[in-house]
């Protein structure tokens, strides 16, 4: 396709509307790893024989004696008997098989530097970083922390952890310190892996600073290990803080592979649910691999001797987790890691970042297609992206039009689109269409993967053939959490009771059509998902009211065109408060609590929230109030004044956003 923008793009996308499904392109088609759709009748055949195939692309250093033990319902156990180790799998069995030269990753920094890691690099420095956690005490089973940018270091920490069975505890840049602590806190971390600063958007945020200040407060740390990422001023604790390259430097080179059982915690990864406090969710050894090393090579397609692999999220969140590290490391990839934001230095980084290095397989979030989409076409057409073959999306669900930009602007009209369903606790891509087979509808996440099982089901749990309900999985599959980090119960309770313990309940709603394909629709819990990342409105709630001038606050969600959902916050004042001026003060404070992805957006000051007469906020209401829907019957509010007042003050006061 030549290069259009402007009035001629949106005429071609406006035409592009039209069109129901898009098979894969034949070129595409032809060659891709997956061409038969027999392939989801045999694995539905035998889904464990299924697994038990893929497993085999690992290496085990002792074999299962059973695919799957679900004798203990909801508590799965995949390849039972198995030993394996994650970081040899990442990284040494490459080496051995002499592909060590081979690029893992093209790092790319804010300010234009770059590194290239082979994987012998890789190899040499999760030795010596895996060696150095023990000579601070760590032992497998215990917790490590990590904090960090989008810098190498983070790959290699996160596989040293592994590599001694430590499972490791990562927290988003993003987030406040606060937070950090409190997910420390919650996993009992022995060690913290941060930086001393971290560059974002050109500036340098003091970052070992300000961890200085929470971590008296955590009993179970004993030390804390420092990158060097920039030349701020970073105090060092004695005799707890460690400088990183010292610990490597002071490190033996050699770090002897132990093999742990397949069900080994690997890692624990915090997550927003329906209260104020974030599920540690618990991924194992294994099984986590086996889903994650078979989702990157089929779902995307993976040649690791040609793909240029670019999956643009963060390490922070599951993304990162199982589809920059584990996945492509698994299958020997070479990826592009960049460090910055999609519009730092310019907003056309990215495809200058994709041109560089010829990206073929890009994945990212509907999100920073949105943004792009909003810069302007001008952007990405300054750059040839001819490399590209395949598209990925995830974290929300993708709007047709934008489907539609990514597939022509992006894509040139050449490269199928993987729109991925997914979550933190599935660990791996489980509703995709498969890139080679599946004629792709414009916004739709299609269907459940070759193994997994999925349906949309009525209130009391009988599948839909054509309309909304709930999303369900009904089978076990490889990647899926284990359990919520010493909460078992709220594991059983959140997930597996309320239609038994055979069927997880996802916690979005979804429709399927008459075709049989799903269309996610959202979440169904007090989950708020503000570009691609999950945020419970308990958390923001009670981060509100933990400021000293609020007495209540009830957070829903609004629509917003570029983050998919905004936070819109109603906060009742303590009495006598003066709130001029002082939505600032409160953003800021909750971005200390949590961090700033979680500011408001919106914040409505009001003497009264509207409640039931027993007492209980009605979201409904704020919810029709924030997206400025007529309010229809509020007979059952205790006090139906407060409508009266919510209405004009939004008439008077309009948006507060930045
Ligand atoms: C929730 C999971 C999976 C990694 C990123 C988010 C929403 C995720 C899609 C998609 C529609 C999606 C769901 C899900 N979601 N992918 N392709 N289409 N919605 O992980 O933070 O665990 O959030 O994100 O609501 O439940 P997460």
């Given at each position: 396709m030549t290069k259009i923008s402007g009035t001629a793009l949106q005429e071609h996308l406006e035409t592009l509307l039209e069109v129901t499904a898009f098979p894969p392109p034949a070129a595409f088609a032809q060659s891709a790893l997956w061409k038969d759709p027999d392939v989801y009748a045999e694995a539905d055949a035998d889904p464990q024989a299924w697994w038990d195939r893929h497993a085999r692309d690992l290496h085990w250093h002792h074999p299962w004696d059973t695919v799957l033990d679900w004798s203990d319902k909801p508590f799965a156990k995949w390849f039972v008997g198995g030993k394996i180790n994650a970081a040899y799998n990442c990284v040494d069995r490459h080496v051995e098989a002499g592909r060590g030269d081979r690029v893992a990753f093209y790092w790319r920094g804010e300010e234009g530097e770059e590194q290239t890691l082979t994987y012998s690099w890789l190899h040499a420095q999760v030795q010596r970083a895996a060696n150095a956690l023990v000579d601070l005490g760590v032992r497998p089973g215990d917790v490590v922390g990590i904090y960090l940018p989008m810098i190498p270091e983070v790959v290699v920490a996160m596989l040293a952890c592994a590599r001694i069975g430590a499972p490791h505890n990562v927290v988003f840049g993003g987030f406040s310190v606060e937070s950090v602590r409190e997910r420390l806190e919650e996993s009992h971390a022995k060690v913290l892996i941060t930086a001393d600063g971290a560059r974002r958007r050109g500036k340098v945020h003091q970052i070992k600073q300000e961890i200085d200040t929470v971590t008296s407060s955590l009993p179970d740390l004993e030390h804390v290990l420092v990158v060097r990422r920039t030349s701020v001023n970073c105090p060092m604790a004695a005799g707890r803080d460690v400088d990183w390259d010292d610990a490597l430097a002071a490190a033996n080179p050699l770090a002897p592979i132990q093999a742990f059982d397949a069900e080994h915690p690997l890692f624990i990864l915090y997550t927003s649910g329906s209260t104020a406090k974030p599920k540690g969710i618990l991924h194992t050894t294994g099984g986590y691999l086996v889903g994650v090393a078979h989702t990157t090579k089929y779902i995307f397609d993976l040649r690791p001797e040609t793909d240029v692999f670019w999956c643009s999220a963060d390490v922070g969140w599951v993304t990162g987790h199982s589809y920059i590290v584990y996945g492509p490391l698994l299958n020997g990839a070479t990826s592009v890691m960049y460090e910055g934001a999609p519009d730092y230095p310019h907003r056309a980084i990215w495809w200058e970042t994709v041109e560089r290095y010829k990206v073929s397989i890009f994945y990212t979030a509907p999100t920073a297609v949105r943004a792009c989409m909003s810069w302007g076409a001008e952007e990405p057409n300054k750059h040839d992206l001819s490399s590209l073959r395949l598209l990925g999306s995830v974290g929300e669900p993708i709007n047709p039009k934008a489907w539609l930009w990514y597939r022509e602007v992006i894509g040139g009209g050449n490269c199928p689109i993987i729109d991925t369903w997914w979550q933190t606790e599935t660990g791996q891509i489980m509703i995709a269409p498969v890139p080679g087979i599946t004629a792709a509808k414009p916004g739709c996440a299609m269907r459940p993967l070759p193994g997994i099982k999925a349906d949309v089901v009525d209130p009391d749990g009988n599948p839909i053939t054509e309309g909304q309900g709930l999303l369900v999985l009904r089978r076990p599959w490889p990647g899926m959490l284990r359990t919520l980090y010493n909460e078992p119960e709220r594991f059983v309770r959140t997930y597996w009771s309320r239609f038994g313990p055979d069927t997880y309940l996802v916690g979005d709603a979804a429709r399927i059509d008459a075709d049989g394909d799903i269309w996610i629709l959202g979440r169904t819990d007090d989950v708020i998902n503000v570009s691609g990342h999950r945020l419970s409105t308990a958390e923001v709630e009670s981060a509100i009211v933990s400021h000293p001038k609020v007495a209540e606050s009830a957070v829903v969600a609004q629509h917003d065109e570029i983050t998919g959902q905004a936070i819109v916050a109603f906060v009742t004042p303590v009495e006598g408060t003066e709130t001029?001026?002082?939505?600032?003060e409160l953003r800021d404070h909750v971005a200390e609590m949590i961090g700033k992805?979680?500011?408001?957006?919106?914040?409505?000051?009001?003497?009264?929230?509207?409640?039931?007469?027993?007492?209980?906020?009605?979201?409904?209401?704020?919810?029709d109030i924030a997206a400025g829907r007529d309010l229809g019957d509020v007979t059952t509010l205790r006090d139906p004044a407060v409508m009266d007042q919510l209405r004009k003050l939004i008439a008077e006061r309009g948006d507060s956003e930045d």
């Open positions: 001029e001026g002082m939505d600032h992805l979680a500011r408001p957006k919106r914040i409505i000051w009001t003497y009264d929230l509207p409640k039931t007469r027993s007492g209980k906020i009605m979201r409904r209401l704020l919810r």
